[in-house]
């Protein structure tokens, strides 16, 4: 119970309330005794029940609409939108403060392999262009997202940096930034390895921190998003959801007049059309 009394407090400063694995598994053990929390340290505790609740309504609603998101129905669109402001995230900017991670004037980049795999490289200069493939999104937990692919987050993986799904507690995708120029776990900082390029590309791995120029990186600022950091693999359809601008009742009213201008004329009218040229014929 210390411990997790702990956790809460050491978080009673943030927006959105996160525990990692082991505070999670402390939450689950001792939720039922929470009368013996501080009182700071319950009140925290209870925005994290009310974040975890905002966050199952969401995931559900958007479980069940997949299709219709996926398929941008208007009604869909604009049900989505009024339940977010119900659920009052309508202020909620998961796409803030997204850019790029240089190295001088080498750039973090995604690219698609064959068969689909998304692929984190580092460009040299003739290659960085600036668009979504270069650009990075910093959460509230520590983990950097891909604007291409936003469900996909830097990934440490046996000292290769490399992209891989976002999960909500994985310690291997939390990173801090060191300073001004580096981004780090623990003791071992983003580093060009070799230091070198070779046909115009290198790769991220972590190394232990020396300060050497090829650990030099722009930092990135933390984005307050709560979507952002908790959505999970529905994000990119959250994200892209909120972005599409929903057809009004009005403009779906003339598009329908619209429509039904257009509609085939109808047996009755084909007839009174025929009858009206067969006397036109007569009396000509």
């Known amino acids: 119970m210390p411990i997790l009394e702990q956790k809460l407090l050491a978080q009673a400063e943030n927006s959105t309330i996160s525990l990692d694995a082991n505070g999670q598994l402390l939450y689950d053990s001792y939720k039922e005794y929470r009368d013996e929390l501080s009182p700071l340290a319950l009140q925290t505790l209870e925005r994290y029940e009310k974040q975890q609740e905002t966050l199952n309504r969401l995931n559900r609603w958007v479980n069940v609409y997949r299709t219709d998101l996926i398929k941008k129905e208007p009604e869909a669109l604009t049900e989505f939108q009024k339940f977010v402001v119900d659920l009052e995230l309508q202020?909620?900017?998961?796409?803030?403060?997204?850019?790029?991670?240089?190295?001088?004037?080498?750039?973090?980049?995604?690219?698609?392999?064959?068969?689909?795999?998304l692929n984190s490289f580092i460009s040299g200069p003739s290659g960085c262009t600036?668009?979504?493939?270069?650009?990075?999104?910093?959460?509230l937990k520590g983990k950097i997202h891909s604007k291409m692919a936003l469900d996909q987050c830097l990934t440490?993986?046996?000292?290769?940096?490399?992209l891989g799904a976002c999960s909500l507690d994985s310690p291997a995708q939390v990173w801090e930034m060191n300073g001004a120029d580096q981004i780090k776990q623990g003791n071992k900082c983003f580093d060009l390895r070799t230091g070198n390029l070779v046909d115009?590309?290198?790769?991220?791995?972590?190394?232990?921190?020396?300060?050497?120029?090829?650990?030099?990186?722009?930092?990135?600022?933390?984005?307050?998003?709560?979507?952002?950091?908790?959505?999970?693999?529905?994000?990119?359809?959250?994200?892209?959801?909120?972005?599409?601008?929903?057809?009004?009742?009005?403009?779906?009213?003339?598009?329908?007049?619209?429509?039904?201008?257009?509609?085939?004329?109808?047996?009755?009218?084909?007839?009174s059309t025929a009858i009206s040229n067969w006397i036109d014929n007569l009396v000509s």
């Open 91 to 117: 202020d909620d900017k998961p796409l803030d403060k997204v850019t790029t991670i240089r190295n001088g004037n080498n750039c973090l980049k995604v690219e698609t392999l064959e068969g689909g795999k």
């Open 130 to 139: 600036g668009d979504d493939s270069e650009q990075w999104i910093y959460d």
């Open 156 to 162: 440490e993986q046996g000292s290769w940096v490399i």
């Open 200 to 271: 115009n590309r290198g790769s991220l791995i972590t190394y232990n921190c020396s300060g050497g120029w090829n650990q030099k990186w722009t930092t990135l600022t933390k984005n307050p998003s709560f979507i952002l950091a908790t959505a999970g693999n529905n994000l990119p359809l959250i994200v892209d959801s909120l972005q599409k601008q929903p057809v009004s009742t009005d403009d779906m009213q003339t598009r329908s007049l619209s429509m039904d201008s257009k509609e085939e004329p109808s047996v009755l009218a084909k007839v």
